[in-house]
């Protein structure tokens, strides 16, 4: 779906995970579609963005200030994307207490923080958006990866808290819920397990019945719409976008 030249004119967004590979494409289709578009990240320096706001999610203060950050650059806030996320493979057993802590604090707490900030900003404007970028293996359990499914869940579940508590201020909060995407995330997984990442991700696609795995704008598109009036009656919703294909 091509978005219209204006179809976010006027729209003040906070982009997290600006940098990455989902992130990069939103921001890219939030600039052609008209937004104005504060991004976060650790380093933001080369992104195409009216604001640049770099940080460690890890950080606590960084987290808590963003939505204030943005709504102050930009003189207002209407989106909010929690792109941001790490994963960690491996069972429990398997898993480092670094591993728990940075998991937590990217894929929970930051998102947590955000959104705590943003909301009363959204809703003492009249109202606004947020969507948080959780995935498939947080509703159902993939295997091997115990630390980035329990996270991810987390995430689903205070979106769909957050979606109830809110609607009634006019912030509708949503989750996309991607399976895998041709994303550094996942090549990167397969180059430290010493698997060629093109081929990989080209055998990857065979296991999709859509016949290849998403690329970033198959989710960019998708948290358009949750952003845009189309979705004005979504709240609280978890929108799978897997090409068909179950988590394993
Ligand atoms: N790629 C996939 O297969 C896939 C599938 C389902 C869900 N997702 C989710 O999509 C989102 C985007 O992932 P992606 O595939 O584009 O990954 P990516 O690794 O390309 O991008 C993630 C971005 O988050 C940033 N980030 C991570 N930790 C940070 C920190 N402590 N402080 C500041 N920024 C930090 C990174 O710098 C990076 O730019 C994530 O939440 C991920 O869990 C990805």
Known sequence: MAQGANEFAGCRALVTGAAGGIGSALVAALNSAGAKVAAADRDTAAIDAAVRLSGDLCDPDYCDGLAAAAHDALGGLDLVVNNAGIISRGPVTETTDSDLARSLAVNVEAPFRVCRAAIPL?????????????????????????????????????????GRDHAHQGVRVNAVCP?????????????????????????????????????PDDIVDVILFLASDAARYLCGSLVEVNGGKPVA
């Open 122 to 162: 959204m809703a003492g404007a009249g109202g606004g958006c947020i969507v948080n970028v959780a995935s498939c293996w947080g509703l159902r359990p993939g295997p091997d990866h115990a630390l980035y499914c329990s996270t991810k869940a987390a995430l689903a579940s205070l979106t769909q808290c957050m």
């Open 179 to 215: 399976n895998e995407v041709d994303t550094p995330m996942l090549r990167s997984g397969f180059a430290t397990r010493g698997f060629d990442p093109a081929t990989a991700v080209e055998a990857l696609g065979e296991t999709v019945p859509l016949g290849r795995i998403a690329s």
